[in-house]
């Protein structure tokens, strides 16, 4: 194990800062006629997200600097926590709902979201119990179902508020863990196909899900109902063209495309900045997820290289889910761009969360 400390990883630190930079930037822009419209005040959105990124920044200062061997220590009790809250979440006069998902403990306006919380947790206990010596994952039933149980007991909690974004993703990042501590491809591929059916399940379970898959199959089908936010979108990147209408010139965020400063805020960018913005975009995505796979593949330790993965895959995952949804390749699944869509739990814990991954580039040869 490399124990000698260097310097962090320059490039995947100015990636970060440039996409949180943009997204200040593109949140003023998209969410200042709703927040006149709503709240009487066009900064209401970029406020917040002002103090979000400060709080988040300075979290992603300490992790940075913080061994990431400390989490060893804690990685249970964090995992243990973050259940307690998703179980809080979900009692009737503790947990708020909003947007139709009783997804939020706190006050007005200010609050968590534990799903957020249980996708950091998750990562870091996954990457604590599965690095340890005599663990055989390649073993079915004592190696690869208890894992799975675990993220499996998560994902259903997440589903009963329900939030089938936030607990794709904390799957997806899961199984990222999983798949590259060793477990076998032929009992991934079975568990696979049951996936699947459980997927289907969940989404003929409710109506609006089933709504939104016909809708991203023919979004014109509805234009006006479960099509509508898929169309708006399309209508937003459209026009954008090359270069874009100009920052601050979208149409589409005049309470056409629904809260264009989260889940669809990239549409918005792309409407306003074009292609080239969009590209940029994705090329500050596409080096931050190859300098986090570097480290993951470089550092010495089986821990920092699990955690490395988790929370690259966190990343690459949400952020393949989000534009794909956007540009109408996927159902409308409500999540966020991160770094980018406004968002305090979101943001806070995204940047807590990549703090670590510069700590383990510390220690990576």
């Not at 016909?214 to 898929?230: E, H, M, N």
């Not at 100009?246 to 292609?275: C, H, N, W």
Request: aromatic share 10%; hydrophobic share 50%.
């Amino acid at each position: 194990m490399n124990k000698t400390r260097q310097s962090l990883d320059l490039w995947l630190l100015l990636c970060i800062l440039g996409l949180l930079t943009i997204g200040i930037i593109m949140v003023q822009s998209a969410g200042s006629v709703l927040g006149f419209h709503n709240y009487g005040d066009s900064y209401y959105f970029v406020k917040r997200q002002a103090l979000f990124a400060g709080l988040g920044l300075v979290a992603m200062f300490v992790t940075a600097n913080l061994d990431y061997r400390f989490w060893l220590k804690y990685a249970k009790v964090g995992l243990v926590v973050c259940f307690i809250l998703l179980i809080m979440v979900l009692i009737p006069g503790i947990g708020n709902v909003r947007g139709g998902a009783r997804s939020w403990l706190g006050i007005s306006s200010f609050g968590i979201q534990p799903s957020e919380f249980m996708k950091l947790g998750m990562i870091l206990f996954l990457a604590k119990w599965l690095s340890q010596e005599n663990y055989n994952i390649t073993s079915f039933t004592k190696g690869l179902l208890p894992p799975l149980g675990l993220i499996g007991t998560a994902f259903a909690l997440v589903m009963m508020q329900p939030d089938l974004g936030t607990g794709s993703v904390m799957f997806g990042a899961s199984l990222m863990i999983v798949f590259t501590s060793g477990a076998r491809m032929k009992h991934l591929g079975m568990l696979g196909l049951v996936g699947i059916v459980g997927f289907a399940g969940l989404i003929l379970a409710a109506p609006y899900r089933l709504k939104r898959i016909t809708a991203f199959l023919d979004p014109w089908s509805d234009p006006l109902g479960a099509g509508y936010q898929i169309i708006q979108s399309l209508y937003a990147i459209g026009p954008g063209g090359l270069g874009g209408l100009g920052l601050g010139m979208s149409r589409q965020k005049y309470s056409y495309v629904p809260e264009p400063q989260t889940d669809f805020i990239f549409s918005i960018l792309a409407e306003e900045l074009g292609f080239i913005g969009g590209m940029i975009v994705l090329l500050l995505f596409l080096i931050l997820v190859w300098r986090g796979m570097r480290v993951a593949m470089t550092i010495s330790d089986s821990f920092g290289s699990l955690l490395a993965v988790g929370i690259v895959g966190m990343v690459a995952i949400q952020v393949i889910v989000n534009i794909g949804v956007v540009i109408g390749m996927m159902p409308v699944t409500g999540i966020t761009l991160p770094l980018i869509s406004y968002g305090g739990s979101s943001l806070t814990l995204m940047l807590t969360a990549l703090g670590i991954l510069l700590n383990i580039s510390r220690y990576a040869r």
